[in-house]
């Protein structure tokens, strides 16, 4: 049997997309929600999971920096993928005759500005893929999903308007979770670590904790926050940096991130892809 890769979402969704762009030697497994494609690898049924963390237009997937910290993976890799919404219908189904284009939120964000100016209304749906499996169900031409071309040879629909997304450089950054840390050797080529890390309750705690990254040269590419505990008092933080755990820079950054925080976790540490190296 072959190796399995889980992502969150129905059958043609993006998510779906990627996994077969990026390990088409995998079998693709749809899960219902993020937290169950984390237990599936977690749990062994699965090998690998490819996860959206941010969109170029959208922003950040913020279910995942919640998931991260505590779900028991290992981020090994990072994949772009370039997304292309198309305006699905019926077969027979004009593009005139469409009045509502139903899809998940953040990617009716991607494509408001073209459904303005097609003239036509958008609904909220729970995925993608969802919104054009239902189109396929329901029989009524007059709605139209924004989802893949992967979609539209899944449920049987035509494109009626291709690449509507608003914005040609619209890209989806996903993250590929294993159960084992897979960290690169340190002069393989340039790599990006990921940490969690909750801050000590001292002035200008954060300020001090980040100071090491920039006296020793590091780029901190990505820094979330997040309130945990059920309050407003902890925060904790998500950040992404261009270099390894075992250079001499990276040791030295860390024990001064160390020193103004309460704990600090490890999540990753993986090749930079080349879309972030400009070199795709």
């Not at 997304?83 to 005759?97: D, E, M, V, Y």
């Not at 002035?203 to 590419?221: E, R, V």
Request: aromatic share 8%.
């Amino acid at each position: 049997m072959s190796a399995r890769i889980v992502y969150q979402g129905e059958p043609g969704a993006f998510s779906d997309l990627a996994c077969q762009e990026h390990f088409p030697n995998h079998e693709s497994w749809a899960c219902a929600s993020f937290a169950q494609a984390f237990e599936r690898v977690r749990e062994g049924a699965a090998e690998i999971a490819m996860i959206p963390v941010e969109n170029t237009v959208a922003g950040r997937v913020s279910d995942i920096y919640h998931l991260l910290p505590s779900g028991g993976l290992f981020i090994t890799a990072e994949r772009y993928q370039p997304i292309h919404h198309q305006l699905l219908g019926l077969k027979g189904a004009t593009l005139s005759g469409i009045r509502v284009a139903r899809s998940h939120p953040m990617a009716l964000g991607q494509v408001r500005e073209s459904l303005a100016r097609l003239g036509i209304d958008s609904e909220a749906d729970v995925d993608t893929a969802a919104a054009a499996r239902k189109v396929a169900e329901r029989g009524d031409s007059s709605v139209a999903a924004v989802a893949s071309v992967k979609a539209a040879e899944t449920y049987g629909l035509e494109i009626l308007a291709a690449d509507i997304e608003d914005s040609g450089s619209n890209t989806t950054r996903f993250i590929v979770l294993e159960r084992e840390a897979r960290i690169p050797d340190v002069n393989s080529g340039p790599c990006v670590s990921s940490f969690v890390f909750r801050l000590r309750s001292v002035p200008s705690a954060l300020y001090k904790a980040l100071g090491g990254f920039a006296s020793n040269g590091l780029n901190l590419t990505k820094l979330e926050s997040y309130m945990v505990g059920g309050g407003f008092k902890a925060a904790q933080f998500y950040c992404d940096v261009e270099g390894h755990p075992d250079s001499e820079a990276m040791r030295h950054a860390l024990d001064e991130l160390r020193f103004f925080t309460e704990e600090v976790r490890h999540l990753g540490s993986y090749p930079a892809d080349p879309v972030r190296l400009g070199q795709a």
